[in-house]
């Protein structure tokens, strides 16, 4: 008789492709969520293309050469005596010395290199230490990872000459205007907050002048470069700001203040000459020297009030006391007229300084910043409730709008100066949390419900409001009830809307034109204070933050946290592959990985939403060497390189269960960023669930 065989049903091998996008979501029921979504994120961004990246780096500032700028000299050695890290080598003639950073059997690696070492003895002080066996070389490693160790070091010699800004306590505000970076912090005793500029030798006290206040100016208008004299007392001073407040010289009735330097003598109660010009004004005191009150938190905007191309300047105000104007040089005090004359937030519309005093709002004539009357054509607007942000968003045909956020309510200002103002209320029960305000292709803020957004309609001149971070609810509410947001920032570059917390919390979210790419989860050790974010010197963005502890950073630089490694990890949803209820074995997977250099980071994956149930899988370290020029695929062990695209490599993702999610980790702070882009799954299905 013949055997009978039974027909046995193989199941079909499958591979699924699924882009890593979407962001935290953590409200999402877990069966609907995007496959390529994350369910817990650390000091991930998302990619503008797409992706997920570990966090870019920030280092200390104060204008000396950066830490991520630093470089290595590699010194062929034979070394016969005492030689140490940090040591000051020098060559047989002290025409050439460097900091050791590293020492191998065959090679001193040095930074901070002054001179070319050529062959010969090398010195540690009057002590010979070895003989060079051929000529200092350009940084050339052995490996990429080598390369990225010997980068590292440098850039930690480098870091260690970089001093936080003088004084005692928290940055109270940082600001670029000029090609210069300024930052304010109180003094040693807190008895003043000081004005400070970065340098190439690091930070500088801004030197304050003097105040001069007059009344009944004559016909003779003073410019800048005047000198003065007290018709009685003798005093003498150079004129560099004029600042008329009221009035006109030609009326003979201007009243004002003069910005003054190079003072000798005391000025009493009297006339002012100006030579060919007698009683130019009259003076009932003497000057003030300029200086800021203690504690305040700065706001700052640069506008150009002149036109001119150089009278673009900075303004700032901080709360405690009087707003200011600054050009780099002469810093003036500006006078409103409040009683008490302490405004906390500051902006620039309609070439009007806008100033907030609790739930008023003053604002400047056009094109007179100095001046807060409305012979000049300033007003008040009265928004009955305390003011948190101005943000100018396109409004009309005629021109843009001005949002103006209180605690509880939104207004919108339209109209071009106090002739024609309307201000409407758009919301009166969405406000803004302060210092929150910015504007990335929309208006966002954050309020009590979330992070916001005002939007132009089609209807010009009208707004609609929408709600951006519904998927990330549980972890704003969170943030929002148990600390506070102290600042935030925009990267054009990397299309971000960046929002931080006191505690060192901050939340990134990402945008492609007007779509919102999802939001991500930051934590960083060095809590921020104050930040800006502008164009510097070169005309590239350049995104600064002060923190508690006295020193700027600047971020998106360096790979490390000021030194302190990057702790980093991405949990991708549990994804189903379409099939939530069916039993799948996993068997492989393809990577694709982009970036510019070395890097490290680990793989592992988790099936069955983690359950306990089932054996998880053990987590494995991953290296790789990347190009600008290539796209990567990796196995879970190994990686490999090349200026080409290659074939793709299969992972281990073992298992069976319904559903599997990738996880990625890292932790250090040698390595620039790098992005996770895709991922394609082979598995077979199996049977149902039980």
């Known amino acids: 008789m013949r055997p009978t065989y039974m027909r046995v049903k193989i199941p079909a091998h499958q591979s699924k492709f699924y882009p890593f996008q979407g962001g935290l979501d953590l409200t999402s029921p877990p069966i609907q969520i995007n496959p390529g979504a994350l369910r817990a994120c650390l000091n991930v961004e998302i990619g503008v293309k797409g992706g997920y990246l570990p966090l870019g780096g920030y280092e200390r500032f104060s204008g000396k050469e950066k830490p991520s700028n630093a470089v290595y000299a590699v010194l062929p050695c034979v070394i016969t005596g005492s030689l140490s890290i940090g040591n000051v080598l020098t060559d047989n003639t002290a025409a050439a010395f460097g900091t050791v950073i590293a020492i191998t059997a065959a090679e001193i690696i040095l930074t901070l290199v002054t001179g070319t070492f050529a062959i010969g003895n090398v010195k540690v002080g009057a002590s010979v230490v070895g003989t060079c066996s051929a000529a200092q070389s350009d940084p050339i490693a052995e490996t990429q990872a080598i390369d990225a160790t010997y980068r590292n070091l440098a850039a930690d010699v480098y870091r260690a000459l970089i001093a936080e800004v003088p004084g005692e306590g928290n940055i109270l505000g940082v600001w670029q205007y000029g090609g210069k970076v300024y930052a304010f912090r109180n003094n040693i005793g807190l008895t003043a907050a000081v004005l400070h500029v970065s340098s190439a030798s690091g930070w500088t006290a801004v030197t304050m002048m003097r105040e001069l206040v007059f009344t009944s100016g004559g016909v003779y208008e003073p410019v800048e470069g005047d000198v003065i004299t007290g018709a009685i007392s003798g005093a003498t001073a150079t004129i560099k700001r004029v600042c008329l407040r009221s009035g006109s010289f030609a009326a003979g009735n201007a009243a004002g203040s003069l910005i003054i330097n190079t003072q000798v003598g005391n000025f009493v109660a009297e006339n002012l000459d100006i030579p060919a010009h007698l009683n130019s004004a009259t003076v009932t005191a003497n000057s003030a020297a300029i200086s800021f009150a203690p504690s305040g938190l700065f706001e700052f905007v640069n506008w150009n009030f002149g036109g001119a191309s150089g009278t673009n300047r900075m303004y700032g105000c901080d709360g405690k006391n009087k707003a200011f104007e600054f050009d780099g040089t002469v810093l003036v005090p500006i006078t409103t007229g409040m009683a008490a004359d302490t405004p906390l937030h500051i902006h620039a519309h309609k070439n009007q300084l806008f100033l907030s005093f609790g739930s008023s709002v003053q604002h400047s004539g056009i094109g007179f910043p100095y001046s807060f009357t409305p012979v000049f054509g300033a007003a008040e607007i009265a928004c009955g409730d305390t003011v948190t942000n101005f943000l100018s968003v396109p409004g009309n045909q005629s021109g843009g709008a001005l949002v103006i956020y209180t605690k509880n309510r939104t207004l919108v200002l339209y109209g071009n100066d106090s002739t024609d103002w309307n201000l409407v209320p758009f919301s009166e029960e969405a406000g803004a949390r302060a210092y929150t305000a910015q504007y990335i292709g929309r208006g966002v ?128 949803a549990f994804n189903h592959f379409g099939s939530p209820r069916a039993i799948k074995t996993f068997h492989k997977a393809i990577l694709e990985v982009t970036g510019t250099s070395y890097c490290e980071f680990a793989l592992t994956s988790a099936i069955a939403y983690d359950s306990t149930e089932f054996d998880q899988n053990s987590t494995t370290s991953a290296s790789i060497e990347l190009s600008s020029a290539a796209w990567d695929l990796s196995t879970w062990d190994k990686f490999y390189w090349d200026s080409r695209a290659l074939s793709p490599t299969e992972i281990d993702i073992c298992g069976a269960a319904e559903n599997i999610s990738l996880i990625f980790s890292g932790n250090s702070d040698e390595f620039k960023q790098f992005t996770l882009h895709s991922a394609i799954a082979h598995y077979t299905p199996r049977r149902s669930m039980r």
Do not use: H
């Open 445 to 572: 803020v954050l309020d009590d419900q979330g992070v916001m957004a005002i939007d132009t309609t089609q209807n010009f001149g009208n707004f609609a409001a929408s709600a951006l971070s519904q998927q990330i609810a549980p972890l704003i509410d969170s943030l929002n009830d148990n600390y506070s947001p102290i600042a935030s920032c925009i990267s054009r570059k990397k299309n971000q809307y960046r929002l931080f917390y006191t505690s060192g919390n901050a939340v990134y979210m990402t945008m492609r034109q007007d779509k919102v790419l999802g939001f991500t989860s930051i934590t960083i050790p060095d809590p921020v204070t104050c930040m800006c974010s502008q164009e510097g010197a070169t005309g590239r963005e350049e995104i600064y933050f002060g923190s508690s502890d006295g020193f700027i950073y600047q971020m998106d630089v360096g790979t490390s946290f000021d030194g302190a490694p990057i702790n980093w990890y991405a949990s991708l």
